[in-house]
């Protein structure tokens, strides 16, 4: 496969996977990517049973399903069923370009996770401690939080990550509530 063809069929399957791998899964994707990138890397007779057409598609499947058995199994499937699609379609020399391409995204992904957070009343700093540490666990890596508030909110929270908002307020609810009446 031709280098540059070979960045985009990885940089393909690395961005699906990544927008279907929860923040949590990101570290367990990372690691099993990385350990099919270091065997590419250093076996020869793996390298071989997937670029060898004689060997079937099945076939080369099964063999990196005993590889990774042996590394101690399967961890996502999201990540096995892509890892089966790229071997299926003899497609397994970009696994170490997959590797490195979904790394550098999950490594984006933590350096940009900057939150709005818009409370109903001022919070003290542990509140606000509380609260970036739950965040940090949910969303799989470090955040930078800017802390206001808005009494129009009546109680609870608002969320803003980019263009994504996660509001759980009450003012929010009950404009739900009246969008939904008014049906």
Known sequence: MVAGRKE?????YARALFEVSD????DVVSTQLGALSSLWDES???RQSMLNPRVSDVLRVQVVDSLVEALGGWKHEPTKRVVHQLVSLRK???LPSLAQIYTALVSDYRKNLSLEVTLAQPANDDAIASLKGRLS???GGEVKLTVQSDSALIGGVTIRLGDKLLDRSVAGALQRMASQISR
């Open 137 to 139: 666990q949910a969303l």
């Open 23 to 26: 923040p949590k899964d990101f």
């Open 44 to 46: 020869a007779d793996f």
């Open 8 to 12: 985009k069929v990885a940089k393909r």
């Open 92 to 94: 397994a020399t970009t």
